[in-house]
Protein backbone atom coordinates (compact mmCIF):
# COMPACT_ATOMS: atom_id res chain seq x y z
CA UNK A 1 0.00 0.00 0.00
CA UNK A 2 1.53 3.38 -0.54
CA UNK A 3 1.34 6.00 1.84
CA UNK A 4 -1.53 8.00 0.45
CA UNK A 5 -3.49 4.83 0.47
CA UNK A 6 -2.30 3.72 4.04
CA UNK A 7 -3.83 8.21 4.37
CA UNK A 8 -7.36 7.70 2.80
CA UNK A 9 -7.52 4.23 4.90
CA UNK A 10 -6.63 5.60 8.04
CA UNK A 11 -8.32 9.38 7.50
CA UNK A 12 -11.14 8.70 5.19
CA UNK A 13 -11.80 11.15 2.38
CA UNK A 14 -13.19 14.45 3.89
CA UNK A 15 -13.54 17.37 2.46
CA UNK A 16 -12.83 19.84 5.53
CA UNK A 17 -9.58 18.17 6.31
CA UNK A 18 -6.01 18.67 4.43
CA UNK A 19 -3.33 16.21 4.74
CA UNK A 20 -0.81 17.77 6.82
CA UNK A 21 -2.71 20.77 8.31
CA UNK A 22 -5.62 19.04 10.45
CA UNK A 23 -8.94 19.95 10.44
CA UNK A 24 -10.63 22.74 8.86
CA UNK A 25 -7.66 23.95 6.47
CA UNK A 26 -8.57 24.17 3.11
CA UNK A 27 -6.76 23.33 0.14
CA UNK A 28 -4.49 26.21 -1.35
CA UNK A 29 -6.45 27.89 -3.86
CA UNK A 30 -5.29 26.87 -7.93
CA UNK A 31 -5.86 30.48 -8.74
CA UNK A 32 -3.52 31.23 -5.58
CA UNK A 33 -1.01 28.75 -6.88
CA UNK A 34 -1.28 29.77 -10.36
CA UNK A 35 -0.51 33.65 -9.01
CA UNK A 36 1.90 32.90 -7.13
CA UNK A 37 3.68 30.76 -10.09
CA UNK A 38 2.97 33.60 -12.42
CA UNK A 39 5.05 36.01 -10.16
CA UNK A 40 7.94 33.80 -9.59
CA UNK A 41 8.33 33.47 -13.37
CA UNK A 42 7.82 36.98 -13.76
CA UNK A 43 10.57 37.66 -10.87
CA UNK A 44 13.25 34.82 -12.49
CA UNK A 45 12.18 36.89 -15.84
CA UNK A 46 13.31 40.23 -15.00
CA UNK A 47 15.91 38.54 -12.83
CA UNK A 48 17.71 36.86 -16.60
CA UNK A 49 17.05 40.05 -18.13
CA UNK A 50 19.15 41.87 -15.84
CA UNK A 51 21.84 39.24 -16.43
CA UNK A 52 22.11 39.39 -19.74
CA UNK A 53 21.86 43.28 -19.86
CA UNK A 54 25.08 43.19 -17.50
CA UNK A 55 26.65 40.39 -19.78
CA UNK A 56 26.35 42.42 -22.93
CA UNK A 57 27.46 45.63 -21.23
CA UNK A 58 30.87 43.69 -20.18
CA UNK A 59 31.00 42.35 -24.05
CA UNK A 60 30.57 45.57 -25.88
CA UNK A 61 33.16 46.99 -23.33
CA UNK A 62 35.68 43.99 -24.29
CA UNK A 63 34.87 44.44 -27.84
CA UNK A 64 35.93 48.15 -27.38
CA UNK A 65 38.83 47.47 -25.99
CA UNK A 66 39.88 45.19 -28.19
CA UNK A 67 38.62 47.68 -31.58
CA UNK A 68 41.72 49.59 -29.84
CA UNK A 69 43.96 47.37 -29.32
CA UNK A 70 43.81 46.28 -33.06
CA UNK A 71 43.73 49.79 -34.07
CA UNK A 72 47.18 50.38 -32.59
CA UNK A 73 48.07 47.39 -33.97
CA UNK A 74 47.43 48.78 -37.34
CA UNK A 75 48.70 52.08 -37.13
CA UNK A 76 52.16 50.94 -36.07
CA UNK A 77 52.24 48.30 -38.95
CA UNK A 78 51.62 50.99 -41.13
CA UNK A 79 54.33 53.38 -40.12
CA UNK A 80 56.75 50.57 -39.96
CA UNK A 81 55.58 49.90 -43.89
CA UNK A 82 56.20 53.79 -44.45
CA UNK A 83 59.40 54.02 -43.00
Known amino acids: MSADEILTT ?3 ERTGYVRGKGHEKSAPNKLC ?3 EREE ?5 QRKLEEQVASEL ?3 EEERAHMNTIVDKRILVK ?3 TYD
Open 33 to 35: ETE
Open 10 to 12: VLG
Open 78 to 80: MEY
Open 40 to 44: MAAEL
Open 57 to 59: HKL
